[in-house]
């Protein structure tokens, strides 16, 4: 199972992100959204907002930066 981080170079929530799935042994793709405007559009697809970070975890797609919603999703994935 991929996950996948939608997110800005600039966004300090999406270095947490990254961060948190990194301590937790996570593989996931990054996709910057301020430099691919067809990933912009997949994540507003998705989420219906242009907020980041975007987090795709299985079926599961969580918008903001929420440890508890990360580790539940991440669960529920068998990813963790």
């Known amino acids: 199972m991929v996950v996948k ?4 170079k600039v ?11 990194r301590e937790k042994n996570v593989e ?3 996709v910057f959204v301020d430099e ?5 559009n997949e994540m507003f697809d998705k989420t219906g907002q242009l907020g980041v970070p ?21 669960k529920k994935a068998n990813l963790i």
């Open 54 to 74: 975007a987090i795709e975890i299985g079926d599961t797609i969580l918008v903001g930066y929420n440890i508890q919603h990360i580790t539940d999703a991440l």
């Open 11 to 21: 966004c300090p929530w999406c270095v947490k992100a990254k961060e948190f799935l």
């Open 28 to 30: 996931f793709e990054n």
């Open 36 to 40: 691919d405007a067809k990933a912009r």
């Open 5 to 8: 981080v939608y997110s800005t």
